[in-house]
């Protein structure tokens, strides 16, 4: 009898064909592989149950040991097959567990006459056994059922075909995609340069793609999930994305193997999965196909949106060399600078400059040193005049190679506002900056600062929140943040939100050295010293110039006129003698000792004295002509 019978699954508008081994949408064949049909119809044939991983594999690849990616990108082809899409999912993936088929299936029988017996059915129903003898049912039960399913086929075809029809509504205006850290795989702590270099790359590259709709999560904060447990869905809450890539590198001399797959965080299913081996050499190459295939695939995901590469097509994404040493070295700078470190950036400094030897027409190397050059001046880790004039030779090498670098063009904003006081020409530079990239989470940041300098708030808490919304795990970013709101007198909200960063980071020192300067604000003096007394480091030059400006401000002038003098005793070479002298003296209420020295520090075109305008600290000089001379000398006034 079993000889006479064959079996038909149907499911939406597909009918699906074990014995001939044919997948049918309205009548016409869907192309499949072998191995793509054998995992649909196991999924099809356990209705809406949970198919585990191991299952899976067995049914699909019964002798053969495969690797879990090969059942991901089965997986991704039945989808394409199904053209499953947002507002149409034929699987689910079960995190953790397994695979399930979502739609109802339907069994029909054919054994001299059709019975029709469903495999699953939405709601409660779907979990009662499919039964062995279907020829055993009531013809009116039979009938009964079908006629439901069919109502419920229909319901769900007409549903389907209005969202269609009305198009990716509920998608969000713009997509937020994060780029975890890429795994290393290679066994060898020292090249996790590597692996993190590919990752900053990637983020980079689709930050490019199509900035109006998609948003990429910046290096910054996806590096808090390294070596990370934390699930998908906490990973997608926390960085407010729909998307995240997850992948791996190997390599040895000569090749490198990298795994990358797309997963949507609503339902933790693998849209997209591949692998690639390639030579090194090849590796430029690689990073643009991967960030070409993601972009393609969200695209297909959310059905009807114009493709989001599209404003990109036939663009070359990477700008760069085409010497895999320069860029290796590239990497290497990249990482060291990313440490925010004296030490890290001196190291930076010299991986730019030989990937620059191997290759002197690489622009982003150039760049690289800009960036490198800048933060070292402004973070008085060396002579201001030296460091300054070197960065702009960097940043200006860097734009004649490539005009498109936005990170050099926020180096040269950096250049322009710390060092000619040319405010003007730094906010140009700042624009182009995020108009050649939206995504930089770091010339937001810098712009907003820039912005709160000159008193326009409004402004700077936009663009500070943008920033905060690209890298919201970046601690930093959200330093500034709090610096903007002690610049515009919100000394509580200040206060606020460097304990936030505190409780995120205890271990994060200087949001609590930061907190003096409200305080001190605020009449808080007892909570401003016992802050100045847990400084990072212990004595250090800036605790005695906060000291110097507490111990003023609360009356007592004999210890603040102690700290001065320790300041005074620094020698004239030290980078942050100036700046911390300045605080000292409004402390001490040397008046005009401090107004020779913002001459002095103006003259020599110290970054100590650009945010004069903003900074509450300097109030008590206001109303001194001499002080609104200098304003107007550093372009702050009219």
């Known amino acids: 009898m079993s000889s006479l019978i064959s079996k038909l699954y149907e499911f939406a508008e597909f009918h699906l064909d074990p014995q001939n081994r044919v997948l049918r949408r309205a009548g016409t064949p869907v192309p499949l592989t072998p191995k793509a049909f054998d995992l649909l119809l196991a999924l099809v044939q356990n209705g809406e149950r949970v198919v585990t991983k191991d299952e899976l594999m067995k049914a699909v690849w019964p002798d053969s040991f495969v690797e879990e990616s090969n059942l991901t990108q089965t997986i991704f082809m039945v989808r394409k097959a199904l053209e499953e899409t947002g507002d149409r999912r034929y699987i689910l993936n079960v995190q953790g567990k397994g695979y399930r088929f979502l739609i109802p299936v339907i069994e029909r029988v054919a054994n001299g006459q059709e019975i029709e017996v469903p495999l699953s059915s939405p709601g409660p129903e779907s979990a009662r ?62 090249q996790e340069y590597f692996s993190d270099g590919l990752t900053e790359e990637l983020i980079s590259q689709l930050g490019n793609v199509d900035s109006a709709h998609l948003g990429v999560i910046a290096r910054t904060s996806v590096m808090h999930y390294k070596h990370s447990q934390t699930s998908i869905p906490q990973i997608g809450k926390d960085l407010g994305v729909q998307y995240v890539i997850e992948g791996s590198v190997r390599r040895d001399s000569e090749r490198v193997r990298i795994t990358a797959q797309l997963i949507e965080v609503n339902d933790q299913s693998h849209l997209w999965t591949r692998e690639y081996d390639r030579d090194l050499g090849h590796m430029l190459d690689l990073q643009d196909e991967i960030a070409r295939g993601v972009a393609n695939e969200i695209e297909f995901s959310l059905s009807g949106r114009r493709p989001i590469q599209a404003s990109r097509e036939g663009s070359v994404l990477f700008s760069g060399t085409k010497s895999y040493e320069a860029y290796d070295l590239y990497l290497r700078g990249r990482y060291c600078w990313n440490k925010r470190t004296g030490d890290g950036f001196r190291q930076a400094a010299g991986y730019f400059q030989q990937a620059i030897d ?68 730094s906010e140009k530079e700042f624009r182009r900056a995020i108009q050649l990239n939206p995504q930089y989470a770091t010339a937001h940041q810098w712009y907003a600062e ?14 500070s929140e943008r920033a905060r919304q690209l890298d919201p795990l970046s601690l930093i970013i959200a330093r500034d943040h709090a610096w903007i709101l002690y610049y515009s007198r919100q000394y509580d909200s200040a206060v606020k939100q460097f304990h936030s960063l505190l409780d995120l980071d205890p271990n994060f020192e200087r949001a609590r050295n930061e907190l003096i300067p409200s305080y001190l604000q605020m009449g808080k003096y007892d909570e401003a010293i016992e802050a100045a007394d847990q400084w990072a480091g212990g004595e250090t030059p800036w605790m005695w110039a906060w000291k110097a400006a ?62 004069l305008k903003a900074d509450p600290i300097y109030d008590p000089l206001r109303t001194d002509p001499r002080f609104q001379d200098l304003l107007r000398h550093l372009g702050l006034e009219k």
Request: charged share 25%; net charge neutral.
């Open 450 to 463: 820039f912005l709160s300098w000159q008193g326009r708030f409004p402004e700077a808490f936009a663009e």
């Open 129 to 190: 056994e499919v039964p062995s003898h279907p020829g055993r049912f009531e013809n009116k039960k039979l009938a009964a059922i079908a006629s439901a399913l069919a109502l419920v086929l229909l319901l769900a075809s007409a549903t389907w075909f209005w969202h269609s029809r009305r198009g990716p509504a509920r998608q969000p205006a713009k997509i937020m995609l994060a780029v975890l850290p890429f795994e290393n795989f290679t066994g060898d702590s020292a």
């Open 550 to 611: 507490v111990y003023g401000r609360a009356g007592r002038t004999g210890d603040a006129r102690k700290m001065v003098a320790n300041l005074e005793r620094l020698p004239d070479s030290r980078p942050d003698r100036c700046a911390t002298l300045l605080i000292g003296y409004l402390g001490a209420d040397e008046k005009d000792q401090e107004i020779q020295l913002l001459k002095k520090a103006y003259s020599e075109h110290s970054n100590a004295v650009v945010q």
């Open 358 to 425: 191997k290759d002197a027409n690489y622009g982003k190397a150039y760049a690289g040193l800009a960036d490198t050059f800048s933060l070292m001046s402004t973070w008085y880790i060396g002579p201001q005049n030296e460091l300054m004039p070197k960065a702009r030779t960097a940043a200006l090498r860097a734009l004649a190679l490539d005009d498109g670098l936005a990170e050099a063009h926020a180096s040269l904003a950096l250049i322009k506002e710390n060092y000619d006081y040319d405010w003007a020409g």
